[in-house]
Structures are given as C-alpha cells and as structure tokens.
C-alpha cells in the first residue's frame, strides 16, 4: 500500500485516540497527562501499535496502560465511528518512554554544559 497512505492514516488514528483519550475516557486509572506520541500502523491496516506517554511514576503508567488496555474496544469503536476505512486496525498498546529518555538526555547536556 501507499506509505503515504499509511503515514495519514496513522497520523489520523494518533489525532482521534487522543481526542479519545483526553475527552471521552472516564476509567479513573488512565492520569490527565496521557497522550498518544506514536501510532505505527502495519501495510495491510490489521495492526496499528500506539506508544502511550503517561507522566508519573512506573506503578501510574503500569494503571494507565491497564485501563488503556480495558478500554481498547471502546477506543476501537469510536475510531470507526468517525474514520472511514473499511476495516478498523488492530490497536496494541505499548508504553512509550522517549519523552523521559530525551528530558533525561537533556539533563545529561546541561550538566556538562555547567561543568566547563
């Protein structure tokens, strides 16, 4: 299939599970700052991988993942109802840590930055 294709459809998916996300998820597990960083999704549209950034502590992004992972047919569900694809892929949660990584990162630099 056309990557470009795919490269709008996963920016489409990763715009409407944060709406998601954000607006209609009421499961008191998932924090206030949940946010989608990633949607991948496979050539054939079966499978879409969803890196979830969660800010908190390992046993709040474990909880968050979990609600997430409880309410992936609602999630599901929505998403077709305001995409139009014939067939809705397959979403398989994952926790993405890039943001602490980078922020940790940064740390790194300015460190030594400040011992120069």
């Known amino acids: 299939m056309n990557n470009k294709r795919i490269h709008r459809i996963s920016e489409e998916i990763k715009r409407e599970l944060s709406d998601i996300i954000q607006n209609k998820l009421k499961d008191?597990?998932?924090?206030?700052?949940?946010?989608?960083?990633?949607?991948?999704?496979?050539?054939d549209l079966s499978y879409a991988?969803?890196?979830?950034?969660?800010?908190?502590?390992?046993?709040?992004?474990?909880d968050a993942l979990e609600g997430l992972k409880s309410a992936k047919g609602f999630m599901?569900?929505?998403?077709?109802r305001n995409m139009k694809l014939r067939a809705m892929p397959e979403?398989?949660?994952?926790?993405?840590?890039?943001?602490?990584?980078?922020?940790?990162?940064q740390q790194q630099i300015d460190a030594l930055k400040d011992s120069e």
Not at 50 to 62: L, M, N, Y
Not at 76 to 80: I, Q, T, V
């Open 28 to 43: 008191p597990r998932i924090p206030p700052l949940t946010s989608v960083s990633f949607v991948s999704v496979t050539g």
């Open 49 to 62: 991988t969803v890196g979830i950034s969660v800010f908190g502590d390992d046993q709040a992004k474990e």
């Open 76 to 80: 599901k569900k929505e998403l077709g």
């Open 91 to 105: 979403l398989l949660l994952e926790l993405d840590d890039s943001i602490e990584k980078g922020i940790e990162l």
